[in-house]
T-cell receptor, first 111, second 114 residues
Framework: QQQVKQSPQSLIVQKGGISIINCAYENTAFDYFPWYQQFPGKGPALLIAIRPDVSEKKEGRFTISFNKSAKQFSLHIMDSQPGDSATYFCAASILNDKIIFGKGTRLHILP | NAGVTQTPKFRILKIGQSMTLQCAQD?????MYWYRQDPGMGLKLIYYSVGAGITDKGEVPNGYNVSRSTTEDFPLRLELAAPSQTSVYFC?????????????FGEGSRLTVL
């Protein structure tokens, strides 16, 4: 119940295309769903986050779609660029301040 | 702005040796965390702290110890290193806690146990 399942494990997208990464969870007590972006040799950094009281949040080319009934959320990267090539982690937090991460998606944008 | 600083960046240990990974933050954050990252496995929480003098176990605490004597520092101790502890270790801090705020990560410490 503490797991966050992320797919796909790796993704290759053409420049200008849409990158989509999906996550699913079981624990309905989760109340905060962030996405982190990690470049090689660096620590993860917060990209965008959403709470379950909204169905969508958009920041520039990055959008989170949230489906509370299905217990799923996804990251959409519009007009994907080579600079977006990184590893992306979805995550969920529970009330006692622990955060659970998915296993990550390695995204490669072809120039 | 230094943010979260981890030392060392790289270390090779022999089986059975001990060492301490250092983590310091200059943002006056109360919450601090240690994660390990293994290929294809995401980030696993080892230990965390909600303030000086308070620590608690995460998902994978066995083989590790922590202390939090000051707000700034959160060292991770490995006793009797084992090959299973070969990993990249990340320290993170947060002002409000993981469920309400952003985690700020260091650049990681890559540990190899041979």
């Amino acid at each position: 119940q503490q797991q966050v399942k992320q797919s796909p494990q790796s993704l290759i997208v053409q420049k200008g295309g849409i990158s989509i990464i999906n996550c699913a969870y079981e624990n309905t007590a989760f109340d905060y769903f962030p996405w982190y972006q990690q470049f090689p040799g660096k620590g993860p950094a917060l990209l965008i986050a959403i709470r379950p009281d909204v169905s969508e949040k958009k920041e520039g080319r990055f959008t989170i779609s949230f489906n509370k009934s299905a217990k799923q959320f996804s990251l959409h990267i519009m007009d994907s660029q080579p600079g977006d090539s990184a590893t992306y982690f979805c995550a969920a937090s529970i009330l006692n301040d622990k955060i659970i991460f998915g296993k990550g998606t390695r995204l490669h944008i072809l120039p | 702005n230094a943010g979260v600083t981890q030392t060392p960046k790289f270390r090779i240990l022999k089986i059975g040796q001990s060492m301490t990974l250092q983590c310091a933050q200059d943002m006056n954050h109360n919450y601090m965390y240690w994660y390990r990252q293994d290929p294809g496995m995401g980030l696993k929480l080892i230990y965390y702290s909600v303030g000086a003098g308070i620590t608690d176990k995460g998902e994978v605490p066995n083989g590790y110890n922590v202390s939090r004597s000051t707000t700034e520092d959160f060292p991770l101790r490995l006793e009797l290193a084992a090959p299973s502890q070969t990993s990249v270790y990340f320290c993170a801090s947060s002002y409000q806690g993981a469920s309400t705020g952003e985690l700020f990560f260091g650049e990681g410490s890559r540990l190899t146990v041979l």
